[in-house]
């Protein structure tokens, strides 16, 4: 029932930083962990960082340091910003829950060159 929206994907130099938003309709997240996946032409897709509906949060070793995923439950929406951007970054993102996977999104296309 939960239907969910990517936005705020673009074109970025390496070094760079975007902020990804994720919105859901459909019935409230706030009960849910959430996470930030991507997936490369040629790649699985991949979970990269995720919030639990306490908070917590959890990022693959890639993008540890360097992405930070937050959620305000009121507004139904989730968040990735993205700093220190690298090439290998490029993906489309999508968001999801973590543990009852729902039908997945568009996806947002991040692109990271020079």
């Known amino acids: 029932q939960v239907q969910l929206v990517e936005s705020g994907g673009g074109s970025v130099q390496p070094g760079g930083s975007l902020r990804l938003s994720c919105a859901a309709s459909?019935?409230?997240?706030?009960?849910?962990?959430m996470g930030w996946y991507r997936q490369a032409p040629g790649k699985e897709r991949e979970l990269v960082a995720s919030?639990?509906?306490?908070?917590?949060?959890n990022y693959a070793d890639s993008v540890k340091g360097r992405f930070t995923i937050s959620r305000v439950n009121g507004k139904n929406t989730m968040y990735l910003q993205m700093n220190s951007l690298k090439p290998e970054d490029t993906a489309v993102y999508y968001c999801n829950l973590i543990y009852n996977v729902v039908l997945w999104g568009q996806g947002t296309l991040v692109t990271v060159s020079s």
């Open positions: 459909g019935r409230t997240i706030s009960t849910y962990g």
């Open positions: 919030i639990t509906s306490g908070g917590t949060t």
